[in-house]
């Protein structure tokens, strides 16, 4: 089963949202530090994080199973995006 437009719509908003707050997250992937050497990607692994743990809790929601192929769309909707999420992280103030 494919994703439907109502939950792709949230997706969008949730990608939206939690751009915005990128100054955020780089904060919070700054306190890893120095066990992360990479303050970027430890702030994009978490809005990721975040993003597919509402993803998963709007399947349930739905009282529908996450297949592997939604799943897979889920990943190429956030790849699409990803460099949106990194540009809004390297942006944020230091």
Do not use: W
Not at 50 to 75: G, H, K, M, P
């Amino acid at each position: 089963m494919a994703i439907t437009k109502h939950t792709k719509d949230f997706l969008a908003s949730l990608i939206e949202y939690y751009t915005s707050e990128a100054p955020s997250y780089r904060q919070i992937a700054q306190s890893y530090s120095p066990e992360v050497t990479s303050i970027e990607d430890a702030a994009f692994g978490i809005i990721a994080g975040c993003i597919y743990s509402a993803f998963l809790r709007a399947y349930e929601n739905e009282n529908r199973t996450v297949e592997l192929d939604d799943v897979q769309e889920f990943n190429a909707i956030l790849k699409e995006k990803a460099a949106v999420i990194k540009n809004a992280i390297k942006k944020a103030p230091v």
